[in-house]
């Protein structure tokens, strides 16, 4: 799933193509599309787009009257329609604008959960965006260490949820991590005040890192193309230190790790029920 730094590059590409242009036309392509009853999205016609932006995982069209708040999921992409077929592949909604131009959502596979939502006023005082934790790249240190200590939980899981901050994902939660040299199951509540500074220092490191890349791109990012230390290469050398990286596997994702670098060196178990190193 694209995480803040992919979604903040393609938000400003769209912006810097879109923004000023005059809406004509929204059309829901699924059932499923359009998550909101009211407002309508045709309050929006005739209006400009005045900015794309992004807040968390979400992209945010504001278009004067409304905003569109949209939401890609795992594979979901929200690019220029060049050809505005009537049937497009994985196609979820489509916007039309009056110089001709298009923005079309699509999600491949057959489950549909990419969506938009159509909100009146301030966007983040309302669903979806309302329980959202603050953007992970605006957190220093000393907030950090505020809501570290509110959710004793495991490292990892912390990073993942977006109640408490919201942008990070998969990716990011392994990286950052391994940056900060911290277990991805050390318990939140017990970091000292130099494992939350690492923590902090290492959240914006990585942001930033995998932002400039993200700048440098035409398009979205695939999983694939996003450059990773730990994450997707278990059995790989550490470049940090060569040792074998591993993994943890779980339904949903997969956290990975260095042992030297993160763990003193122990190997953490592959399943749930372990006794994980706090």
């Known amino acids: 799933m694209p995480e803040l730094p992919e979604l903040q590059a393609h938000a400003e590409r769209l912006d810097a193509a879109f923004s000023g242009t005059t ?13 909101t009853a009211s407002p309508g999205p045709e309050e929006a016609i005739g209006h400009p787009l005045v900015f794309v932006g992004r807040r968390g995982k979400y992209l945010l069209l504001d278009a004067e009257t409304v905003t569109f708040v949209v939401h890609l999921m795992q594979g979901g992409r929200l690019k220029p329609d060049e050809k505005q077929s009537a049937k497009p592949r994985g196609g ?30 301030d966007p983040e005082s309302q669903g979806p ?15 950090l260490g505020d809501l570290l ?43 000292d005040r130099t ?22 791109r035409d398009e979205l990012s695939n999983s694939a193309q996003r450059t990773s230390r730990v994450h997707n290469r278990a059995g790989e050398p550490c470049l940090e230190c060569g040792d074998a990286v591993r993994s943890v596997e779980y339904r949903a994702y997969t956290v990975a790790y260095c042992p030297t670098c993160q763990t003193a060196g122990k190997i953490l178990a592959d399943n749930t029920t372990s006794k994980f190193l706090k």
């Not at 965006?129 to 907030?143: F, N, Y």
């Open 149 to 191: 200590a509110a959710h004793p939980m495991r490292l990892h899981g912390f990073l993942r949820d977006q109640r408490i901050i919201a942008g990070l994902g998969r990716r990011l939660a392994n990286e950052i991590c391994h940056r900060a040299r911290l277990s991805p199951f050390a318990n939140t509540s017990k970091l």
């Open 195 to 216: 494992q939350v500074e690492q923590l902090a220092e290492a959240m914006l490191t990585c942001i930033n890192e995998s932002l400039a890349e993200e700048r440098g």
């Open 129 to 143: 965006l309302d329980t959202l934790g603050p953007d992970a790249d605006q957190v220093d240190a000393a907030a």
């Open 92 to 121: 979820i909604a489509r916007w039309t604008f009056e110089d001709g131009r298009a923005l079309l959502l699509t999600e491949p596979g057959s489950e549909r959960k990419a969506g938009v939502w159509v909100v009146s006023g």
């Open 23 to 35: 809406l004509a036309g929204f059309r829901p392509l699924t059932f499923t599309a359009l998550k």
